[in-house]
């Protein structure tokens, strides 16, 4: 059974930082292709981040490309999302999933229940 628990959120003032974590089990987390989402109000849920079974393949929407690095763990089964230099518009309920290379949003099912981030001053 998919379970995928994210963590780290927080409020944080712009320009700060925030790493998420997403602890991943019940699915061979090392041989996906991972994402990270996120969903504001009012707003569709937008796959930012992308990161091939190996690591070696990243991608990134261009609202976040150069701010926020994805990388995973795979002895950890743990998929993580480094955030600098943060925006108030990246306010957001933060999930990880399954996806496709090159932010094809490709989830499982199942949903974790977020990570709240909120920007702002």
Sequence with gaps: QV?????GGGLVQPGGSLRLSCAASGFTFSSYTM???RQ?????????ATISPSGGLTNYGDSVKGRFTISRDNAKNTLYLQMNS???EDTAVYYCNKAGVGLIKRPFDYWGQGTQVTVSS
Excluded at 3 to 7: A, K
Excluded at 40 to 48: D, F, I, M, S, T
Aim: no cysteine; charged share 25%; aromatic share 10%.
């Design 40 to 48: 504001a109000p009012g707003n569709e849920r937008e796959l930012v």
């Design 35 to 37: 994402g990270w989402y």
């Design 86 to 88: 943060l925006k108030p």
């Design 3 to 7: 379970q995928l628990v994210e963590s």
